[in-house]
């Protein structure tokens, strides 16, 4: 079986005896329970050793039945059973499973004098701390005016002077009437608090003054860093061009040396050649021609030995270029 609440009736005021709480039992068919069928019923209430039982009104048949709260009980939550009495003595319990929970809200009859006049007190300074908050913003709409209209300027600020010297005096029977009514209440507001708070506003713009200049720094950092790595992805490049060029320089090299080597052979061997043409009376007109290349060939040596040695100082100059 199941309770079901009619109509949010289960939270009340506490002490409020008067008002009703309705309820439907239903059947675990989830059908409304026929009421009437039992013997009596009774409502039981109660929390934590406290409990109020009453005998319910049956509104109909249909499972309604209704009570009200005239135990006295404080306020609080409850919970509620509903306790049916069938011809043999046996009982039946709503709801079978879960709870079924009234609410007693506290009403003004529970209230402590204590909190009452603390109450009164807190809202007697809320109200003329909210007067005083009124009038000074009057005063700063007016001062505000009179900076946009400067024709007017001499007549609204003696106007400001005099609701501040109303501030003022509006303060001052605030903090009488803090003294007066507030005996439970210590309230500091003093100059040192304001300057801490003053002092934190400075320095959290400050700080984000700081932040944005960092900020700025790091983005300027950021920019030379991507410049330099630009320019170190060129200086590599540029290096692996040079040690291209300088494998092609040596390898050049290798081979004007190779074929300055031959050469030199060669001529060593028209040396000889003429050597034995001298010798030989009969030859006379082999020997000149022999005599003219060998000067041809002494001639192609001398400009390949030049290109050498030029080529070894440019490949000098690219190892050990200068700064």
């Given at each position: 079986m199941k309770i079901e609440v009619i109509d949010s009736t289960n939270i009340l005021r506490s002490l409020d005896s008067a008002s009703d709480v309705r309820l439907k039992i239903h059947d675990f068919d989830n059908t409304p329970l026929d009421l009437t069928q039992f013997t009596s019923v009774e409502v039981k209430v109660g929390r934590e050793g406290t409990f109020y039982t009453t005998a319910p009104t049956i509104t109909d048949a249909e499972g309604?039945?209704?009570?009200?709260?005239?135990?006295?009980?404080?306020?609080?939550?409850?919970?509620?059973?509903?306790?049916?009495?069938?011809?043999?003595?046996?009982?039946?319990?709503?709801?079978?499973?879960?709870?079924t929970k009234i609410t007693l809200t506290k009403s003004l009859d529970e209230l402590d004098p204590a909190e009452e006049v603390e109450l009164i007190a807190v809202q007697e300074v809320l109200d003329t701390v909210q007067t005083t908050v009124?009038?000074?913003d009057e005063a700063v709409n007016i001062a505000t005016s009179s900076v946009a209209d400067s024709a007017n300027a001499l007549t609204t600020s003696l106007s400001a002077k005099n609701i501040s010297e109303n501030a003022e005096t509006i303060a001052n029977n605030t903090a009488?009437?803090?003294?007066?009514?507030?005996?439970?209440?210590?309230?500091?507001?003093?100059?040192?608090?304001?300057?801490?708070?003053?002092?934190?506003?400075?320095?959290?713009?400050?700080?984000?003054?700081?932040?944005?200049?960092?900020?700025?720094?790091?983005?300027?950092?950021?920019?030379?860093?991507?410049?330099?790595?630009?320019?170190?992805d060129t200086a590599e490049t540029n290096i692996s061009n040079l040690q291209t060029s300088m494998g092609t320089a040596e390898s050049n090299i290798a081979t004007l040396q190779t074929n300055l080597s031959?050469?030199?052979?060669?001529?060593?061997?028209?040396?000889?050649?003429?050597?034995?043409?001298?010798?030989?009376k009969a030859n006379a007109s082999d020997l000149s021609t022999l005599s003219d290349t060998v000067a041809s060939i002494n001639s192609t040596l001398s400009t390949l030995q030049s290109t050498v040695s030029d080529l070894e100082s440019r490949v000098a100059a690219l190892e050990n270029p200068t700064p």
């Open positions: 309604d039945l209704s009570f009200d709260m005239s135990g006295d009980l404080p306020h609080g939550e409850y919970i509620v059973e509903v306790h049916l009495i069938e011809a043999s003595g046996k009982v039946r319990i709503a709801p079978s499973t879960g709870e009124t009038i000074a009488d009437s803090l003294t007066t009514h507030t005996s439970n209440t210590t309230v500091h507001i003093t100059a040192a608090a304001r300057t801490k708070w003053n002092n934190a506003s400075d320095q959290s713009v400050t700080n984000a003054t700081n932040i944005s200049t960092l900020q700025s720094e790091m983005d300027t950092a950021q920019s030379n860093i991507g410049t330099l790595q630009t320019d170190l031959a050469a030199q052979t060669n001529i060593i061997n028209l040396q000889t050649a003429v050597t034995n043409l001298t010798n030989d």
